[in-house]
């Protein structure tokens, strides 16, 4: 600090004033014998932070020659498909790799930066921006011989199950025009489940990935916390954010995880992941016999199936898929574990206050890559800006203001009864080798009305009331097609049930395991009357 007091620059503009206006914001008063010394120690501050800003950024490498971005373009009304899934289409590849991802079409929810390719968040109230690196997610795609087709159009701010929140269109639900394809991952779901991709990269802090891939029929993985890096990738919070794979197997899950998975020298949400290129869980799901689960123990949480939410028919559609297990053998029972009851509440009070903080630019104490450019156009809040948020957007940002004014330590005592809700899941994956239960609490249902902000959201809710929990509790949760259930308001419209197959932590080749046997054994799409 001495070296910076000592070399206050001459055209430093701090004065008492400033000490006076930052003081008040938490309420106090700095006394006046001291104002003096406070003030010459913020111009050392000042000069401090002018001299970072003034300094270049340091961007991760994208190897542009080896991976240029080829025919990039906003997509066009007239070329989109369901309703607006696409973001941007592009073409990236290096078409001399042969690898795991060979042949594999890949797009990557609008979140995900890629190098030179505008990037909307789903949202107006900034401009797009253009980022400077490729996500590491990006890189070991195309390192693996993936062909990066495009982005998808994602929910607003990320912060949506609809799918009709982006500022740039609705997406529609590749089974049935005018209903929900869920969100916040809606376009990349729609397009796998539509046949258009074979994968899509996304996001998940509350069943981003799960929740838009049981409605659209795809598989949707949420790995454990940190096995894969979120390094380029949008943050609501770290604590929630996962990313992982959509498709439509659970071998084509697998192949993808294996190429995105591993610590990459920068997040430090993935500081205990595996080296990059060491995980085999798709060569573990080759080598077993496909369909026998002889000795796998499969617990149906109760808690799962009870809460008043969950439509009655697709607690009976999971059951009666669940019970199919023993068919390969394994041995299925009922858990309770009465804290997942607990998980939607405790998830709640830790998003609704750190994403609020996110959206203020309040969040610290992490290390990665900061996306510096994105970080200050969001965080200067005008009432133009707040005008144009989503309902979910301002909620998210009035509770967290509210709670950390009102409750005091809450965060941290949300913090604590996470672990509490973690440690019920483990304690009773010790004996059952995964946990089965709804993904969603309903099939999707008909695009809401943009009116009111509780009109506008209520037909999403209680669409999470399953998944948010393990956002919090990092364990890995997957969501897979297991048959149909009709409309609730329009009988001869079927749409996907999803089935979430959920395990212990790191424990994420089980619950491919589990949903790659059932899937090799029972074909969902003949199940649709």
């Known amino acids: 600090m001495s070296v910076l007091f000592t070399s206050i620059s001459e055209s430093n503009p701090v004065t008492t004033d400033h000490i006076s206006i930052a003081s008040s914001k938490v309420g106090v008063k700095v006394s006046p014998e001291d104002e003096a010394d406070y003030t010459k120690l913020l111009a050392a501050c000042h000069d401090c932070a002018a001299m970072i800003e003034a300094l270049p950024d340091y961007h991760p ?5 080896r991976f240029p971005r080829n025919n990039v373009r906003r997509v066009p009304p007239e070329d989109q498909v369901l309703g607006t899934a696409w973001a941007h289409t592009f073409s990236i590849k290096d078409a001399s790799i042969n690898g795991p991802l060979t042949g594999k079409t890949v797009c990557l929810k609008d979140c995900i930066t890629v190098a030179g390719v505008p990037q909307t968040l789903g949202t107006d109230i900034i401009e797009p921006w253009v980022p400077s690196s490729d996500a590491t997610v990006v890189t070991w795609a195309l390192e693996a011989g993936a062909e990066i087709v495009g982005t998808s159009n994602c929910e607003n701010m990320c912060q949506s199950t609809s799918s009709m929140s982006s500022a740039y269109g609705t997406i529609e639900n590749p089974h049935a025009k005018g209903f929900n394809a869920g969100g916040s991952t809606s376009g990349g779901a729609a397009l796998v489940g539509g046949g258009f991709v074979d994968i899509c990269i996304g996001a998940d802090q509350g069943g981003s990935i799960r929740v838009p891939a049981a409605l659209c029929g795809c598989v949707g993985l949420k790995p454990t916390h940190g096995l894969v890096p979120y390094t380029g990738i949008a943050s609501n919070d770290p604590v929630d954010d996962h990313a992982g794979p959509l498709t439509k197997t659970v071998m084509d899950a697998a192949l993808c995880l294996d190429a995105i998975s591993g610590y990459d020298g920068i997040d430090d949400r993935s500081l205990g992941a595996p080296k990059h290129g060491t995980t085999t869980f798709a060569a573990d799901l080759k080598l077993s016999s496909a369909t026998d689960l002889t ?9 799962g199936f009870t809460q008043a ?6 607690k009976a559609a999971v059951l009666a898929a669940a019970m199919r297990f023993k068919e390969l053998g394994a041995t299925v029972e009922d858990v309770s574990i009465p804290d997942h009851l607990l998980g939607t509440a405790v998830w709640t009070i830790q998003q609704r206050i750190a994403g609020s903080s996110n959206l203020l630019g309040k969040v610290f104490g992490r290390r990665g890559y900061g996306l510096t450019e994105l970080d200050k156009a969001l965080h200067q809040w005008t009432q133009e800006k707040f005008d144009k948020a989503f309902p979910t957007t301002k909620n998210t940002m009035l509770n ?16 604590n009864l996470t672990r509490r809700v973690r440690d019920a899941y483990e304690n009773a994956l010790e004996t059952y080798d995964v946990l089965v239960l709804p993904t969603t609490s309903f099939v999707a249902r008909e695009h809401g009305p943009l009116t009111t902000p509780i009109a506008t959201i209520q037909p999403t809710v209680g669409l999470t009331s399953n998944t948010a929990m393990f956002d919090v509790t990092g364990q890995p949760a997957m969501t897979i097609p297991v048959g149909w259930l009709p409309s609730e308001t329009k009988k001869d419209v079927y749409l996907p049930v999803g089935m979430q197959i959920v395990g212990g932590l790191w424990q994420d080749s089980k619950v491919l395991r589990a949903g790659h046997a059932w899937e090799s054994k029972f074909d969902w799409r003949i199940e649709k009357p």
Request: proline fraction near 8%; include cysteine.
């Open 295 to 303: 000795g796998f123990k499969v617990g149906i949480l109760t808690e």
């Open 61 to 65: 490498p994208t190897d542009l020659e």
């Open 400 to 415: 967290g203001l509210y709670l950390i004014d009102n409750f005091p330590g809450i965060y941290c005592k949300a913090q």
């Open 309 to 314: 939410i969950v439509d009655p028919g697709m």
